[in-house]
């Protein structure tokens, strides 16, 4: 099934002349312009299942909640936007095919893990730290601290996490110590096969985190069931080998000075792989 067939992004042309037009110049980041258009990204033209792939800082997370905001599907977690997010998708453009569904939305990681933890936190009887170090997070984003001596030390880290980090991140970070680990990828799965339903349009930011490999292939052949047999449409932004091989799927690689499509034995990091199991090949025997 495809709901949304087509999306345009601003050419780099037409960046320049909206930031030309900027009255103030007191802001730190312009972001997400000049971040897609550096790569020559002007448009995505998808399938039932479309991969955006790339490593840290090629776009592909960027390009995704670009996408989300711009067609207003659901999400949970709130996206750290920048002064000029909306500004700029005001000048992306879509088409689909069939009207987008009201069930669809973006899956972060940040949605799964707050999905993971908050289980982990009632099997756990630690809610009420949880609950403390929200208030905490707060608390260390919206004061003014200053360090005083090497006394302040520790909270002057959390003061930093705090306003570089999103909620979820801060509470992971502090709390995951007390949050044991084995049973993540069983709940991380079932968060997916929770959410995703029949005839809905879903955005997945790199699904593969907190999934095991043998998870991770349990999701592969879910995601492409659905999108097979029951009416999803897919796009996803991912570096996973199990993903990048669903059947079927169109792949931009994000790494490309200019965004190209590629089958995925064709992108670099699988290639990698290849080359790295072909030359220990005689110790699988």
């Given at each position: ?36 258009s ?10 039932p299942i ?10 592909k ?22 002064n ?56 260390n ?24 980090k ?10 995951m ?8 990828g069983?709940s ?9 339903q ?9 699904p ?11 999701l ?49 990091g699988?290639?990698l ?13």
């Amino acid at each position: 099934m495809i709901y949304l067939s087509h999306f345009s992004f601003p050419d780099i042309e037409q960046e320049y002349s909206f930031l030309m037009n900027i009255k103030r110049t007191c802001y730190d980041t312009v972001y997400p312009f000049l971040t897609l258009s550096k790569h020559g990204l002007r448009m995505l033209d998808f399938e039932p299942i479309t991969i955006l792939y790339g490593g840290n800082g090629s776009g592909k997370t960027t390009a995704l909640n670009v996408v989300a905001e711009t067609i207003k599907i659901k999400r949970e977690s709130v996206y750290n936007r920048s002064n000029f997010f909306e500004d700029y998708t005001v000048m992306c453009s879509f088409e689909t095919q069939i009207p987008i569904p009201d069930l669809s939305r973006i899956i972060t990681s940040d949605d799964v893990f707050d999905f993971v933890l908050n289980l982990r936190c009632l099997n756990d009887g630690i809610d009420n730290k949880r609950e403390a170090l929200f208030e905490e997070y707060l608390e260390n984003k919206y004061s003014r601290f200053q360090m005083r001596s090497l006394d302040d030390y520790e909270r002057l880290k959390k003061s930093y996490m705090a306003h570089t980090k999103t909620q979820s991140k801060y509470v992971r970070n502090n709390l995951m110590d007390n949050v044991r680990e084995h049973s993540n990828g069983e709940s991380a799965f079932l968060y997916f096969s929770q959410k995703i339903q029949e005839n809905g349009l879903y955005l997945l930011d790199e699904p593969e985190n907190s999934l095991s490999p043998v998870k991770q292939q349990e999701l592969q052949k879910f995601l492409e069931d659905s999108a097979r047999f029951f009416g999803c449409q897919f796009i996803i932004s991912t570096h996973s080998p199990f993903l990048l091989s669903l059947k079927g799927a169109k792949i931009y690689d994000m790494d490309e000075e200019t965004v190209d499509v590629k089958r995925w034995t064709e992108l670099p990091g699988i290639r990698l792989y290849f080359d790295f199991f072909k030359k220990h090949e005689g110790e699988f025997l």
